[in-house]
Nanobody, 123 residues
Framework: QVQLVESGGGLVQAGDSLRLSCTGSGRTFSYNAMAWFRQAPGKERDFVAAVAWSTYYADSVKGRFTISRDNAKNTLYLQMNTLKPEDTAVYYC???????????????????WGQGTQVTVSS
């Protein structure tokens, strides 16, 4: 059974940085794609960034967030710089073994999810 565990969330001030990590364990295989999504209170889950054949970002985080993965450590990262209050959300790590580029931003395309880590940005 695959498990994804996020870490690195917390309470920061606007303009600060955070780095989220997501470590996979259990059955060993290569994820075709890994991604970060986020969900703010009362809102739908939104795509943040993904890494597969390339990297993909939501317009709202482009230039501020950087996604990367270390396959040897089975770990996904999200470096978040210049954080804004509107970045406040629970951040979820997701992984897919098979995914097409057209679905890279769709949560329904990912079969494995972490439990989430809270990021709160104060103004």
């Amino acid at each position: 059974q695959v498990q994804l565990v996020e870490s690195g969330g917390g309470l920061v001030q606007a303009g600060d940085s955070l780095r989220l990590s997501c470590t996979g364990s259990g059955r060993t295989f290569s994820y075709n794609a890994m991604a970060w999504f986020r969900q703010a209170p009362g809102k739908e889950r939104d795509f943040v960034a993904a890494v597969a054949w390339s990297t993909y970002y939501a317009d709202s985080v482009k230039g501020r967030f950087t996604i990367s993965r270390d396959n040897a450590k089975n770990t996904l990262y999200l470096q978040m710089n210049t954080l804004k209050p509107e970045d406040t959300a629970v951040y979820y790590c997701a992984a897919a073994t098979f995914i097409s580029m057209i679905n890279i931003r769709k949560g329904s395309a990912y079969g494995y999810w972490g439990q989430g880590t809270q990021v709160t940005v104060s103004s």
